[in-house]
């Protein structure tokens, strides 16, 4: 069957990466997770001292060193999913942290920062047989891709699904600290210059908030069908 290429946006921690990572296993499709991408950046920046007291960006210095930063995925055989790598070391748990998710946004409205992940992205998937999910990937990275998907799901929903992640993780979290960090999130990525998050207009939408993964992997497969399809 010819392969496509799926892009999946939406807002942060609305369960894009769930659905994007279940559905690339079931069709056999190559899953990259463009936020983790974004994340490796801000995780480099801040363990080189790129950013400042107040929590500003050394612009200049972060952009002599991103020909330095090389961001990879490699299947990880035991769960059967891609973890992140950065610069060959597996970063995959260190780019999940709050002090992560707190400094990233400000990261990715750098356009020099978004220009090289996006050329890496299109590099990634110029062979088709992929789903993206990221923020642009339906507008600026693949605006040609066959099945676009944006996903949404109230703040509240999305922080209450954040936090069970971390303590499922054994990793510190507080419920109000998430809320107000997926807001700050939403309104930078909505309001920044370059690339915004907003939907395709040939995207389909998905409000996930009251629908269950199972729920969600069933509407997935159909609009899958449907694309490979109507091909
Ligand atoms: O999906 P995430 O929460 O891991 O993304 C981390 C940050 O990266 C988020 O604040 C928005 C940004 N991002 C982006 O600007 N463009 C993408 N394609 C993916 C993520």
Redesign the pocket.
Known sequence: MKKITIAIDGF??CG??TMAKDLAREVGYIYV????M??SVTLYALRHQLFNEDGSIKVDLLEQHMPQINISFKLNAETGRPDTYLNGECVEKEIRTLEV?NH??PI?ALPFVRQALVAQQQKMGCDKGVVM?????GTV?FPDAELKIFVTASAEVRAQRRFDELQQKGMPADFDDILKNVQE?DY??SHREV?PLRKADDALELDNSHMTIAEQKQWLMEQFKKATTTL
């Open positions: 942060s921690s894009k990466s997770d463009t936020g983790a974004y994340r998710s990233v946004s990715a999910d990221g923020r642009d990937i990275v999130r930078i990525d690339s």
